[in-house]
């Protein structure tokens, strides 16, 4: 689990350590116990939780899967929302400007149709997704909410889903006698 949250391990040139995560799902696949991979969760977040935005209750999600891929012993994929993004966003955009100021290669798009126009409110989107990774990573726990949390006892903050093949078969296995009432009426 702890190689999930490592920056070599991502697939943007982005270190997620200099931003927070707003949310985390992590699916898990082989044999391995639901309940060591929500603790261990657990623990990254509790041991990192200047990374995790507090605003976002339960913003980690586990499914844990019991069949491994082909070939392997178990496997893991991580998705995580984290506001460090800003960072290739921001490049992005960068040299999007500079670009476009020389109206470099536009012509070959406002030649198929575009207007240029369309690329300034591009611009402005990308700008705008910016500050708003900003925003949210600046964002803190507002008092009523957090108090009004305190009193609620839910689900730990980890929420796991566990699947099995068995799980699958009756979910096909459901569909197809779904389809059969419904054509017979």
């Not at 949250?5 to 992590?26: E, H, I, K, Q, S």
């Not at 639901?34 to 913003?59: C, G, R």
């Not at 992005?92 to 500079?98: A, D, H, I």
Request: charged share 30%.
């Amino acid at each position: 689990t702890q190689q999930m949250f490592d920056a070599r391990n991502m697939m943007t040139a982005c270190d997620p350590r200099r931003g927070r995560y707003l949310t985390v799902a992590g699916v898990f696949r082989g044999k391995m116990s639901t309940k060591e991979v929500d603790e261990q969760m657990l623990a990254i977040q509790q041991k990192n939780s200047n990374y995790f935005v507090d605003w976002i209750p339960h913003n980690v999600k586990v499914a844990v899967c019991d069949i491994p891929p082909r070939g392997l012993r178990m496997a893991s994929t991580f998705i995580g929302n984290n506001t460090a993004i800003q960072e290739i966003f921001r490049r992005v955009g960068e040299q999007f400007s500079l670009m476009f100021r020389r109206k470099a290669f536009l012509h070959w798009y406002t030649g198929e149709g575009m207007d240029e126009m369309e690329f300034t409110e591009a611009e402005n989107n990308l700008n705008d997704l910016v500050s708003e990774y900003q925003q949210y990573q600046d964002a803190t726990v507002d008092q009523d909410w957090e108090a009004e949390d305190e009193e609620e006892e839910g689900p730990s903050p980890v929420a796991t889903t566990k699947v099995t093949a068995r799980t699958e078969v009756k979910l096909e296995t459901v569909t197809e006698t779904s389809k059969e009432v419904v054509a017979q009426q």
